[in-house]
């Protein structure tokens, strides 16, 4: 009986472990609908005051122009109406004037008329010779109708078409940006950033990618890169905190950006590489990823490490030539170009474990880049199967520089971790980034 119970005690422990995480499993997936939900509406929010506050603004802006438009024109026809109104005014003010001088003289006449026998003679004399001084046969021209202005406004009733069809076609909603974030990947002190179109129909001329760091702290995003691929690594990235990334896009022979793509939370668990500092010979920019070969080093060609095995196979060690330098290359321990590294010398020359290779890469140049990849073949010692007795453990390496790569087997003799690399500078003045 007793073990019956031990039974049944058994499946109803494993029944509640399971309720339990049945439960666990169905709320992280109503926290999840509440995101969802949460991001339907707060970005319909953002879309109802974007579109409020772009057409207010076009209507505040329209209403300014109108407006504008009306009082330059009104000005227009007050300058005409005051430039052809003045002539006609001293036109007006001259017959008045002879208006009076002829009523002035009709009066003196007809007293001249009314007037005694003895002064009838000089009365009518005088009137006479103002008459004369008048110059009563003499009338001012007055300008035909046709010959003034009539003043008038032509107005072009096309433009409510043409506003009528931009208008219809201003602006557009999406259920969903036309671009988004695909992938995520951590690199040493950065991060690898993928998107891709998830609208076919929307030709990208340009991609526009921003992050910032998550947090209380708010901080406004900044742009990373601009440009028509799509990935960037985003460097200078502290580690092991959360940053967020989004892309937008703009359209062929388009000047505005697309929507955001929904941020994406990125992180990076890996330290960023650097330079070993205090190094005889280089000097370092502040945040060790960049090594300059001065004038100070008396040795011929002295020898830069970093300053941690940081490079881990599975990664793609990245070195960026700001200057010709002679060579840089991943390397174990505290050994260079010997028997445990690989490098690649100026002129494209690949030496593995001391010995140069055929197969050459194209000459290290100004802007050059050189990436190194390896990933492990083989744990297991190959040989023998004991490494003190010459057993070795196998990298494939792939050492790329400008279209071209070089793969081969790097055998070692320990199992390997992680790798330190390092560069040499014959001449002071050049610069070398890596990442």
């Given at each position: ?55 207010a603004e076009l209507q505040a802006a329209a209403t300014r122009l109108l407006s504008e438009r009306l009082t ?168 092991h905190a959360d940053y967020l990334f989004r892309v937008s896009a703009r359209g062929e022979g388009r000047t ?135 057993g070795h453990f196998k990298l494939r390496v792939t050492i790329g520089s400008g279209s071209r790569e070089v ?29």
């Open positions: 009986m007793s073990a019956e119970v031990d039974v049944l005690l058994q499946e109803a422990k494993e029944s509640i472990e399971a309720a339990q995480n049945y439960r666990s499993e169905l709320q992280q997936r109503l926290n999840g609908l509440n995101q969802a939900r949460k991001q339907v509406r707060g970005s319909s929010g953002q879309a109802r005051e974007a579109l409020r506050r772009h057409f330059a024109l009104l000005a227009e026809v007050d300058a005409i109406e005051a430039d052809s109104v003045k002539p006609l005014d001293e036109c007006q003010s001259l017959i008045e004037h002879g208006v009076g001088q002829a009523d002035e003289l009709l009066r003196e006449g007809e007293a001249a008329l009314r007037c005694g026998l003895g002064e009838k003679e000089d009365k009518l004399g005088s009137f006479t010779k103002k008459a004369v001084r008048i110059q009563l046969d003499s009338l001012p021209e007055v300008p035909a109708l046709v010959d003034v202005p009539c003043v008038s406004a032509q107005l072009d009733d096309s433009l409510l078409g043409v506003l009528r069809d931009r208008v219809s076609r201003l602006g557009s909603v999406a259920s969903h940006p036309p671009v988004q974030i695909e992938e995520l990947q951590e690199r040493p002190g950065s991060v690898l950033v993928r998107w891709c179109k998830v609208d076919e129909d929307f030709a990208a001329a340009d991609y526009r990618l921003q992050h910032r760091r998550s947090g209380g702290g708010r901080s406004q995003y900044e742009d990373a890169y601009i440009g028509r691929d799509c990935e960037f690594l985003v460097l200078h990235l502290d580690p505005e950006w697309s929507p955001w793509s929904v941020p994406q939370t990125g992180y990076t668990t890996l330290a960023p590489h650097e330079w070993c500092p205090g190094s005889e010979g280089y000097i370092l920019s502040s945040r060790r990823n960049i090594a300059l070969r001065s004038d100070s080093a008396h040795t011929r060609c002295p020898v830069l490490y970093s300053n941690a095995p940081t490079y881990f196979c599975g990664q793609t060690l990245t070195f960026k030539y700001v200057r010709t330098l002679s060579h840089c290359t991943p390397v174990r321990g505290e050994y260079f170009q010997t028997e445990e590294a690989v490098c690649i010398s100026t002129n494209g020359a690949v030496f593995v474990n001391g010995k140069e290779m055929t197969n050459q890469l194209p000459a290290v140049a100004l802007g050059s880049a050189v990436t190194f990849d390896m990933e492990v073949v083989n744990l297991f010692p190959v040989g023998n199967g004991d490494p003190g007795e010459g793969v081969f087997d790097w055998l070692v003799e320990q199992t390997v971790d992680c790798l330190f690399f390092g560069c040499s500078f014959v001449h002071s003045g050049w610069k070398v980034v890596v990442f």
